[in-house]
């Protein structure tokens, strides 16, 4: 079975700091990771994934995260929060080898404080 | 393309009445899958359709659900007797298969927030 955990279920940051929201997963093999962000009455965004290769990547509106299989992490970081950047954040792993289905973290509510 | 389309947005019913929902996905897109999302929750996978093939259901999926794509494109979920417990947001998101750089990335519609009296 697949699972995402971000212990994290509030991150405040002022506007300008760096931020990092977390999220570490298990899978039985090779993992496919994934960040969406949802803004309120609003679908999920999806912001970047890493497949393979190069283990930092970066993403849609100057998001990047960075994928540590021997700790099963895949961060969220962003060197310059702003306030606009308010949202819930999920994050999602797949199973290469397997399902096909996406399985969600409970979020993380990023707060950006101006 | 203007993405994912889901209809209606809200729809509130009183327990036991039937209710569907509709999702349109993204034209080129082969695969649809329906998610559950609940208050402080994470969407929950509820199926997977490839073409008009459905793949995967969930343990969450009970007899009353029924999800359908009867020609590949556009997808329902009925939920029949509805009860309380069933009240969320029924997420569809659709992706394309294959070697694609899209391939793999799930885009999500807004959404159909079920309320059930």
């Known amino acids: 079975a697949q699972s995402v955990a971000q212990p994290e279920d509030q991150v405040n940051v002022a506007e300008g700091n760096p931020l990092t929201v977390k999220c570490t997963y298990s899978?039985?093999?090779?993992?496919?990771l994934f960040w969406y962000v949802q803004y309120p009455n609003r679908g999920l965004q999806f912001l970047l994934k890493y497949i393979t290769g190069d283990n930092l990547v970066k993403g849609s509106y100057g998001f990047e995260a960075e994928f540590n299989k021997s700790q099963t992490s895949f961060h969220l970081k962003k060197p310059s929060a702003l306030v606009s950047d308010s949202a819930l954040y999920f994050c999602?792993?797949?199973?290469?080898?397997?399902?096909?289905?996406?399985?969600f973290g409970s979020g993380t509510q990023l707060t950006v404080l101006p | 393309d203007t993405g994912v389309s889901q209809n209606p947005r809200h729809k509130i019913t009183k327990r036991g009445q039937n209710v569907t929902f509709r999702c349109d996905p993204i034209s080129e897109h082969n695969r649809l899958y329906w998610y559950r999302q609940t208050l402080g929750q994470g969407p929950e996978f509820l199926t997977y359709f490839q073409n008009e093939a459905q793949l995967e259901k969930s343990r969450l999926l009970s007899d009353r659900f029924s999800a359908e794509r009867p020609k590949g494109s556009f997808s329902t979920l009925e939920i029949q007797r509805t009860e309380q417990g069933d009240s969320a947001m029924y997420l569809c998101a659709s992706s394309s298969s294959g070697g694609s750089s899209g391939a793999n990335v799930l885009t999500f519609g807004a959404g159909s927030r079920l309320t059930v009296l």
């Open positions: 999602a792993v797949r199973d290469m080898g397997s399902a096909r289905q996406l399985t």
């Open positions: 899978v039985s093999g090779n993992p496919y």
